[in-house]
């Protein structure tokens, strides 16, 4: 529903879509709170749960509809990967090829919503918007393609999750966390790799 609500709100009002996601991120945060301690005085650690994460309060069920969404987000992905590129590279001219971008910017913000929605269980909250930003940042330093970019953000953010919550459990961290510090260091080696690359392609230029 926040989801529909920032894309209309970016559609037919004069607010900025970022705009309209920080009142709504942090509006939701400050309602989640206000009823969980209305709700009950025990309660701090559920909360910091969906802020930080917890592999403690994920059951079977949960890995069930986490395992069933992500199916259903990939396969809507895979399915509309050529009109999402087109709105993503540049919307007005997706609008004028005839790309149905307000229908399509919805399902890809109702898609961004549910992926927050069943990561904060591990992740957390506050910590699922880098996980969604790092790999992409670092898939962007070593591709140069939509495709290659969307394959190893994919991948880093894949073994990064995997790595963190293995070594949350023999270490006794928070899995969320950890998680985010493995792509952020991801995130720096690819930035090595890409300088040492041009590196070596400037070389190549002048011999």
Known sequence: ????????????GKTSGDVALAVLFYGGIAGGVMLIGLSSKKSNVNLLSY???????VSK???VIILSLAVVIL????????????????????QVSGVPVRALSM???????????????VVGLLLVS????????????????????????????????????????????APG?????????????????SALNRKRKFSRQIS
């Not at 399902?107 to 269980?121: C, D, E, G, H, P």
């Not at 792509?183 to 790799?193: E, R």
């Open 1 to 12: 529903i926040g989801a529909v609500v920032v894309e209309l709100i970016r559609f037919y």
């Open 51 to 57: 802020l930080f994460g917890s592999l403690t309060t």
């Open 61 to 63: 069920f949960d890995i």
């Open 75 to 94: 396969t809507i992905t895979l399915a509309l990967k050529k009109p999402f590129f087109a709105l993503c590279h540049d919307s007005e001219f997706a």
């Open 107 to 121: 399902v890809l913000a109702v898609m961004t919503a549910v992926t927050v929605t069943i990561s904060m269980r």
């Open 130 to 173: 880098a996980l969604m930003i790092i790999p992409v940042a670092s898939a962007q330093q070593l591709s140069t393609s939509f495709s290659g970019t969307r394959a190893k953000a994919s991948t880093i953010g894949a073994v990064g999750a995997l790595t963190g919550v293995i070594l949350s459990f023999y270490f006794d961290l």
């Open 177 to 193: 966390a950890l998680i985010v510090l493995l792509v952020i260091a991801f995130f720096l080696i690819s930035i090595l790799i």
